[in-house]
């Protein structure tokens, strides 16, 4: 459905936990190989839905209300990395850990660059419309168990292979579920950041003064 | 009228279109699933089925896709009720007519292991719930399958609690594999092998673009095939399908030269589309297919056609290796997964897989074993055990076609193996020895090789599927013994028609330079007929032989894989010559420091010339070990920095390990830890970074996996009294595990000292997990990384 041609290094390095360690030749030429071979195996997919109010059937929660606030649709969308990709990260666990780390990082970068992808196409659908970011099953008090019913609408486990298991983890692993509301007014664009993630007493970013890349979680 | 007779009578079979489609523009109502309505609205169901038949279908399918107690839960319905009423529904539809009711099962809905959690057995469960509840069907059909795992679990659930008859289809992508990486051949083969009456495809693509899906599908079966296509694609703003009636139909007819006889509709087709098929069709002749490939086995993905000489990796087997027997011992399944990718590395089309041990459950780790090397490797498996039993359970919770290693001409053997042989679907090795051992001349051996090919084949095993191993004697032993096996194999093949199969380096024990007399037996073996030669495919030498054969036989065309191979060996070399060269400067610290993996070795090896190894250890290694850490900590390195630079003082761990076994001193492990990501959770690279940081550090490891019962974690550490446990979980929802698995701990008499406090250590991680939440579910230590786990261990263990 769609090809990605080069993945998102920074970010990989930033999973790292790299924010301020200077890459040495080594580390480049890993980056570099592991970024390779997990291209060439990522067979990314993403589906989308366009729902009106009222937003039942994806409303749980205080939080998403909120962040659904003041839009007339909401698109429901998933995105995986596919089967493939998930081996590579298991084989290379088994052959070599540094490697396994590294394309870990760099395969969470892929399904963020696929999320991007289904932003972009949504906005060409939906020209003039504002859209909220990506919220997801986790953020906040938004829970997990919504997945189900995001895959469910999607029919993502027929279209694109993409499941859940009893424990509300995705299969494929490297894969997203999330909503985004659209609206044709002006909305308050809150952004993804620490305000509402789950881990944010446990992060590892923020315990080093960092962030996943997603820190800023002032309106525009 | 049943399958049989309608497969025999008629020139094609009509199933029918889409049910969801028709429900869809119904515009009928219901809460989570479909097959709700057929309680709810069974007028309009039985309308459905009578739509299609009217239009020509001889056979329909219920409407119970999804109708299993996963998908079902949310719906207050039980699968009982559903599926007895949808199979009322057809039956009531097909009242008056020659048509047949099929219990349509669909997907789980969850992944299998190795890719998602759910286990072979529940999966089989599911199915059989369903199928129990559907005995009142002509015939059952699984769909829209994208795991051939999961739908041999469906298919042995059909087999073993029902006699109707199965048809069975996959969904392919337009890369010619299903989501999991299923190829149609794989499916073709495994699927025939497991005992269906018909295959093919369903769902996903049209009829247009199935033509090498099943042109594929087709080489590998003798099967009548089934294509139920979508009509085209859906348009994302209409909804409506791109492939109209007419020339849905006409795409269905220029699959006709494949042997397709099975025809109906997938997604967004109507009676419509069924009506002009049967018109179609109405003057065609169905064209019978006969499987055109040579005997082959296969994984989910990978097909080996035993057409040409296979080399079978023999690294998988504790006799005579102490790493491996300690392994197996220790339940260290990934030594196991590393020998099997070296062993595809270095050339093996197939592996074998023995995990007899007298102090392990065999059957166990057969499981184990299968699954997972399955989850890393596409190599297909031969299954090798002398119990029935343990092969049993290895065939069962194989993905693909296996070969059974082995049967042999002894009346017991041939009662217990053959029937598994059959019942799934797998190729055999049939040994050419019986009660009264190996028999010294050819003709005695290659009449045992008949008397198994003639037991197989009154079972309905294809003689094909029959590889016969005339068994390699040692030469030194008797020298005349190498001219009896080759006289045999020769005979074996050219008479028996059989594949042959040899175990090669047998013959040269007691040998010097044993390497040149297994290559010069191996290519004797080659020339007499040899298929399956079972070798050491990390010698290059020996596997270079069987593709020099290839060559040499003309089954390499222009000697291109034989080329492509040595050039890939040729860009490897360069890069590990140069190592040994580099390494002369290398001191100890800095190849640790940096994560020379190769160069620390060597300079291990120097250091031992002159010092003693506990010496190194305290005073070279640690030190660096520590630096490493203590950058990370300042965040001045990588993780993957920090891992190779633990892996290289692993490597040189392994050089002193060496070095003290040759000189009787100390052992060097500082003691044992076991590591698990706990039940529910299957993500797991949290725990394999903390595992190779501890391996390296010197600590035995019990990696006992990902989604662990808290009752393994238990009685691993009573088994082999150890006293540190370490457990991951990722999820909020699998804390609730981690929570159950230090209960358990703690409430374990025999983990307990005299005064009832515990005697385990307890140390967790994992993204959601806090401080507070470890110390509050009983842990003795929270680690916020590796690093912190490493100190931990050094803490407790010292």
Not at chain 1, 200 to 219: D, L
Request: proline letters at 4%.
């Amino acid at each position: 459905m769609i090809t990605l041609r080069r993945l998102n290094r920074d970010e990989a390095v930033r999973y790292l936990g790299g924010a301020g360690i200077a890459l040495n030749e080594k580390m480049n030429r890993l980056l570099e190989d592991c970024e390779r071979e997990l291209l060439s195996v990522i067979d990314a997919k993403f589906l989308y839905r366009v729902i009106d109010l009222p937003f039942d059937a994806i409303v749980k929660g205080r939080d998403i209300r909120g962040h659904l606030g003041g839009c007339d649709r909401a698109a429901v969308m998933c995105a995986t990395l596919g089967a493939a990709a998930d081996r590579l990260l298991r084989v290379s666990q088994i052959t070599d850990m540094s490697r396994a780390v590294v394309l870990d990082s760099l395969a969470s970068a892929a399904v963020e660059q696929v999320c991007g992808e289904a932003d972009a196409l949504l906005a060409e659908r939906f020209p003039g419309t504002f859209m909220t970011f990506r919220f997801s099953p986790g953020y906040g008090d938004y829970p997990l168990d919504m997945q189900r019913t995001i895959l469910r609408l999607l029919d993502a486990p027929r279209k694109i292979g993409l499941t859940l298991n009893e424990s509300l983890l995705l299969t494929p692993s490297k894969s997203v579920t999330a909503v985004i509301g659209l609206s044709d007014h002006p909305i308050p664009r809150g952004r993804r950041g620490c305000a509402v993630c789950s881990l944010r007493e446990t992060c590892a970013y923020r315990r080093k003064g960092s962030h996943c890349g997603f820190e800023n979680t002032a309106s525009e | 009228m049943d399958l049989k007779t309608l497969l025999q009578n008629k020139e094609f079979v009509l199933l029918d279109g889409a049910m969801g489609t028709l429900i869809q523009k119904s515009g009928a109502r219901y809460d989570h699933s479909p097959e709700t309505l057929n309680l709810t609205r069974p007028e309009l169901i039985q309308s459905f089925h009578r739509a299609y038949i009217e239009a020509g279908a001889d056979i329909v399918y219920t409407n119970t896709f999804g109708a299993n107690a996963y998908k079902l839960a949310e719906s207050g319905c039980s699968v009982e009720e559903v599926i007895s009423a949808a199979v009322n529904n057809a039956r009531a539809a097909a009242e008056g007519t020659d048509a047949l009711v099929a219990l349509d099962i669909g997907p789980v809905g969850m992944l299998l292991e190795p890719a998602g959690s759910l286990r072979f057995e529940e999966a089989y469960d599911y199915f059989k719930e369903q199928i129990l509840a559907g005995s009142g069907a002509d015939l059952i059909v699984f769909e829209t399958m994208t795991d051939l795992l999961e739908l041999k679990a469906a298919v042995l659930a059909a087999k073993e609690n029902s006699g109707l008859p199965v048809l069975a289809t996959m969904t392919f992508e337009r890369n010619g594999r299903t989501f999991t990486g299923v190829s149609p051949a794989a499916a073709a083969l495994t699927l025939s092998g497991l005992g269906v009456d018909a295959v093919g495809v369903n769902c996903s693509l049209g009829p247009d673009e199935l033509e090498p899906v099943i042109a594929e599908m087709t080489r590998f079966t003798g099967l009548p095939l089934i294509v139920k296509a979508n009509a085209g694609l859906p348009d994302p703003n209409s909804n409506e399908y791109s492939i109209l009636p007419e020339r849905f139909a006409e795409c269905v007819l220029s699959l006709l030269p494949y042997g397709v006889k099975l025809v109906g509709g997938c997604c967004g087709t109507t009676p419509d589309y069924i009506r002009e098929i049967a018109r179609a069709l109405s003057d065609r002749r169905c064209l019978p297919c006969p499987r055109t490939a040579d005997t082959a086995v296969c994984s989910a993905s990978t097909v080996v056609e035993i057409n040409a000489p296979r080399i079978i990796g023999e690294r998988i087997n504790p006799t005579g290796k102490k790493r491996f027997q300690q392994a197996l011992v220790d339940g260290n399944i990934d030594y196991l997964l590393g020998q099997a990718l070296v062993q595809v590395q270095g050339g093996a089309e197939l592996l074998d897989v023995n995990v007899g041990h007298p102090e392990i459950d065999e059957k166990k780790m057969m499981a184990r074993a299968v699954k997972a090397i399955q989850s890393v490797c596409d190599a297909p498996l031969q299954i090798d055990s002398t119990k029935p039993d343990v092969l049993e359970v290895g065939l069962r919770c194989y993905n693909g076609k296996p070969i059974v290693n082995s049967v042999n001409g002894e009346e017991k053997s041939l009662a217990s193996v053959l029937p598994l042989v059959k019942k799934y679907g797998a190729s055999v090795v049939g040994l050419t020895l019986d009660e009264n051992g190996i028999p010294k001349s050819a003709e005695e051996r290659f009449a045992i090789a008949e008397r198994i090919v003639r037991r197989a084949e009154a079972l309905g095993i294809d003689r094909r599927d029959v590889y016969i191993d005339c068994l390699t004697l040692t030469v030194s032993a008797e020298q005349d013994a190498c001219r009896e096996t080759l006289s045999a194999l020769r005979r074996v093949k050219n008479e028996l028609g059989c594949k042959t199969v040899l175990g090669v380096s047998n013959i040269s024990f007691g040998l010097p330079d044993r390497e040149t007399v297994n290559r010069a037996f191996l290519t004797m073996a080659l020339e007499d007929g040899l298929d399956l030669p079972i070798i050491n495919p990390n010698i290059a030498s020996m596997t270079n032989a069987v593709r020099a054969y290839r060559v040499l036989a003309g089954i390499d065309k222009n000697a291109a894989d034989f080329i492509a191979a040595n050039a890939a060996a040729a860009d490897a070399a360069p890069a590990q010559e140069k190592k040994p060269a580099a390494a002369a400067q290398t001191d100890i610290f800095s190849a640790v420091y940096n994560g020379l993996k190769s160069e620390g070795a060597a300079a291990a090896e120097r250091l031992l010339q002159t010092e003693d190894a506990m010496t190194i250890i305290n005073e070279k290694l640690i030190p660096a070990l520590d630096k490493v850490g203590e950058d990370f900590e300042k965040n001045k390195i990588f993780l993957p920095q920090l891992i190779q630079s633990a892996n290289t003082a692993q490597a040189c761990f392994d050089v002193i390990k060496a070095h003290l076994g040759k000189t009787g001193g100390e052992n060097v492990s500082k003691g044992k830890i076991i590591l698990a990501t706990v039940k529910g959770d299957i993500h797991d690279i949290g725990k394999n970074i903390v595992k190779t940081l501890l391996d390296n550090y010197g600590y035995t490891v019990v990696d006992l996996g990902r989604d662990v019962d808290p009752r393994l974690v238990v009685e691993t550490a009573v088994e082999q009294n150890i006293t540190m446990v370490g457990l991951s979980a990722l999820m909020t929802t699998t804390l609730k595990s981690m929570e159950d698995t230090i209960r358990l701990i703690r409430g374990t008499k025999e983990l307990q000292n005299p005064d009832g406090s515990s005697r385990v250590t307890v140390f967790v991680g994992g993204a959601v997990l806090t401080k507070d939440y470890a110390m509050k579910i009983g842990a003795d230590y929270y680690c916020r990384d590796a690093k912190e786990s490493v100190d931990t261990a050094k803490r407790v263990l010292g």
